[in-house]
């Protein structure tokens, strides 16, 4: 797998998240909407800086030869591994956001049903 398809499939779970977030929403549209945007942003600057790790990275790895070109090819694969991880975590938080926001939306249907049978009786 290159790094094309990794960072596509970094960003469909960006979106499937982000779907599923809107789907299990508890909240009115607008306040969703604000959330979501909350999230994208935070989604961004978290993808910003693991770019930034991943110069970081990249320089001291380019640092230890004179010469950029003479990098190995296990010093490229590091890199490469450390930037994934990076997006797997990044991923692994934004599921987490996403499945809190499925548990809060279960927990008031669970309320609202209890509120119905309570009205009932």
């Known amino acids: 797998m290159n790094r094309n398809q990794k960072l596509i499939g970094l960003l ?23 959330k979501l945007k909350k999230k ?6 978290d ?5 930034d790790k991943g110069r970081v990275e990249w320089s001291k ?3 230890k030869v004179s010469d950029a070109a003479s990098m190995t090819s296990e010093e490229v694969k590091d890199f490469i591994r450390f930037l994934v991880d990076e997006g797997k975590d990044l991923r692994s ?21 209890e509120n119905i049978r309570h009205s009932a009786n």
């Open 61 to 63: 790895a380019k640092g």
């Open 12 to 34: 469909a779970a960006v979106a499937v998240g982000a779907a599923l977030g809107v789907l299990f929403a508890p909240d009115s549209g607008k306040e969703t909407r604000k």
């Open 93 to 113: 938080r934004l599921k987490d956001d996403v499945e809190v926001s499925e548990e809060d939306l279960s927990e008031k249907v669970e309320r609202a049903a």
């Open 40 to 45: 994208a942003s935070k989604a961004k600057d």
């Open 47 to 51: 993808l910003g800086d693991a770019i």
